[in-house]
């Protein structure tokens, strides 16, 4: 196996239909491919037959993580899912990104990216620790949202896990399912939620890690970070107008307790994510809790909840409504909801 900076040198192939697990070469594509995506893409060119359906069996689950993921390079916390899509009509090749601390956690497991094949023949979850890998019954674990079946796999390996997981959503193979890790971080698009739940994956979750990227120049790196941002949390309250659909500024008005986060791994902090706490309930009894940002904003766009009927707690228990069903929200918020309205 050839040594390669910012790669770990291993790709996971786990084929549930036989239980079984191996490793490909990462030097098989690198260099002649271009970070994780380039790989992805070849992956799925080489594997997937053609006419193969989103929910086939021989659709694969490509998750790939680049040779920047895990090391200090600026919003480098990412992985790329590769696979036919449920979500587009007619169904075709698509990819989807995802944030979190789960892709850097996938390098620090040895492994640049995991090949899903096949069908479980019961619900189930692929466990990683340390380079080590198994697949396990999702026994207790099918059926919950996607909060719930983090919870419960804490409850099992500890607060130290970091999880990739559908909701009933997904379970029920939904064209606009998610796969989500943490709270607000999901693979959106491309109904890639209803791909692992048509191969009764319910989700991967990584344990431990212990493995290190190697950086050529781990210095250079170091002054190139702090050049583009060297001060990236000087003004925590600074977030991107993205057409508009961030107002960032209001929510320290908010009633409810409130804090900024980092989105993911190596996050310069530069756009709106945030997490509330103690937000009453509208639908239900109780206090909601989570975190907003990227896809949520458009439910959750900050109003005095005067100015309208459901205001911002309406908007806050959608969010995580979804992000528990595992439900695509920007195909909710400015697809279904405008539709239902204007019909």
């Given amino acids: 196996m050839t040594e390669l900076y910012g790669w770990t040198g291993k790709i996971l192939r786990v084929d549930l239909t036989k239980g079984e697990v191996s490793t490909v070469d990462t030097s098989k594509y690198v260099p002649k491919y271009i970070g994780g995506l380039g790989i992805g893409h070849r992956i799925a060119w080489e594997e997937i037959p053609k006419g193969t359906g989103a929910f086939d069996p021989e659709n694969k689950l490509i998750l790939m993580v680049g040779p920047l993921t895990g090391t200090p390079a ?25 944030g979190g601390w789960f892709p850097a956690r996938l390098k620090y497991a040895g492994f640049d990216g995991i090949i899903l094949q096949g069908k479980a023949p019961y619900p189930s979850y692929v466990w ?63 109904g890639f939620g209803g791909v692992a739940g048509s191969k009764n994956l319910k989700a991967i979750c990584i344990s431990g890690g212990t493995h290190k990227v190697r950086i050529a120049h781990p210095e250079e790196l170091l002054k190139i970070r702090s050049e583009i941002s060297p001060q990236p ?40 994510f945030w997490e509330f706490k103690d937000v009453p309930g ?16 458009g439910f959750v766009q900050f109003q005095h909840e005067k100015e309208r009927p459901l205001g911002f707690r309406g908007g806050f228990e959608a969010n995580m409504l979804c992000d528990q069903y595992g439900l695509n929200q920007i195909e909710i918020v400015y697809g279904m909801a405008k539709w239902l309205v204007m019909g």
């Fill in 74 to 98: 600026p919003s480098s916390g990412r992985a790329e899912a590769c696979g036919i899509s449920p979500q587009s009509f007619p169904e075709q090749y698509s990819t989807s990104g995802v």
């Fill in 233 to 272: 949390m000087k003004n925590p309250l600074a977030a991107a107008d993205l057409q508009g659909f961030w107002f960032s500024k209001d929510y320290p008005n908010s009633p409810y307790k409130w804090r900024r986060k980092f989105c993911s791994h190596s996050c310069l902090g530069s756009c709106g």
């Fill in 282 to 297: 509208l639908t239900r009894p109780g206090m909601l809790s989570g975190q907003v940002g990227c896809r949520g904003v």
């Fill in 128 to 190: 990683i620790h340390d380079g080590e890998v198994e697949i396990k019954p999702a026994n207790g674990l099918w059926g919950l949202g996607t909060f719930d079946t983090q919870i419960e796999l804490k409850k099992i390996y500890g607060d130290d896990l970091d999880t990739l997981c559908i909701g009933p959503a997904g379970e029920n193979k939904c064209r606009i399912a998610t796969m989500n890790s943490n709270t607000s971080n999901a693979l959106g698009a491309g």
